[in-house]
Each structure stands twice: as C-alpha cells, then as structure tokens.
C-alpha cells in the first residue's frame, strides 16, 4: 500500500505528533524525580545564583518547557530539592540515631549519618 491509504483505499489519520518535554520511556513521577535529584545536585555545587534552568533541563536531558511543566519557577523548584533533601536526611537520622539508645550508640550513629551524606 503506497501513499498512506488503508485497506480499502480510505487515507490513514495522520500520526499523532510528539509530545514535547517528557521523554515518552518515562514516567511523570519518574521525571520529577530526576528533576528533583539533578537540581539537588546542581544547586549543591553551584549554588543557586550558579544554576539556570537551562542547565538544569540539559543535565535532566528535558528541554526547559518541561521543568515548567513541574516546576513553575526555579524558587519552587529549589524548595521541593530541599524539601526532599531535609526530609530524607531526617528518615535517616531517625533510623541511624534515635533508634538506638544508649548515647555512645547515638553518637556513632550521628558519625555513620554524616559519613552516608557525604559519600
């Protein structure tokens, strides 16, 4: 069948166009998550003068519509790193610290915490 027509000859509906901004392999929650994780990681290093979100769309392998989709500034989208920095710093501690209770056990666990952080 040549020039697009279906069986019986009727045209085929044209294919529908590509979605811009989210890869189409990956999930929304998955996306904003590796939004998340690289504005985390970008920040951390540069700061947030030092972070466009150009960069971060580059580094996210999105365009810079796509944050937006997410995010609806890059105030907002630092908040939810830090957000999601702090909170699972403080499920950290709470499993690595006051679940032990002697003080000397606490205070290794304070250590093993940091030393988590910083690998």
């Known amino acids: 069948m040549a020039g697009g027509a279906g069986e ?3 045209p085929r509906p044209p294919a529908p166009a590509r979605r811009r901004g989210r890869p ?3 999930r929304s929650d998955e996306t904003r998550a ?3 994780a690289a504005a985390q990681r970008l920040f951390g290093a ?3 003068r030092g972070v466009s979100m150009e960069a971060l769309a580059a580094e996210c392998g999105l365009n810079p519509r796509a944050l937006y989709w997410y995010f609806a500034s890059k105030r907002e ?4 790193a830090t957000t999601d920095a702090f909170a699972r ?3 950290v501690v709470a499993a690595r610290v006051f679940s032990r209770t002697a003080l000397r056990e606490r205070v290794d666990g304070y250590i093993d915490v940091f030393r988590h ?3």
């Open 77 to 80: 989208l630092f908040r939810a």
């Open 34 to 36: 590796t939004i998340v």
């Open 8 to 10: 019986q000859g009727e």
């Open 89 to 91: 710093f403080g499920e």
């Open 117 to 119: 952080v910083h690998a």
């Open 24 to 26: 189409t392999d990956r």
């Open 46 to 48: 540069g700061g947030y």
